[in-house]
């Protein structure tokens, strides 16, 4: 049972990487789910790719931390 927990833990946190948490995105901020193997440039292209929208760039506000249940790196939409 344990590992099965943990199974269901690994894909649904591979099936979230790299995607925008939508509640919180807006033109001034986005976050982005990532899991262990990814890196902070990763989740960049995609918090740039959000920012672009609105002819803006993403600056890093918080990097996730492996003791965050739900892993996401933190972006601000900057003016350039």
Not at 11 to 40: D, F, H, P, R
């Amino acid at each position: 049972m344990k590992y099965l927990l943990i199974f269901t833990l690994l894909i649904l946190s591979g099936c979230m990487a790299g995607q925008i948490k939508e509640k919180t995105a807006n033109e001034n901020q986005v976050s982005v789910y990532k899991n262990s193997w990814m890196t902070t440039y990763d989740t960049f292209k995609t918090a740039s790719d959000h920012c672009m929208k609105f002819n803006k760039i993403a600056k890093l506000e918080r990097e996730a931390s492996a003791f965050d249940l739900w892993m996401q790196d933190d972006y601000l939409c900057v003016i350039p």
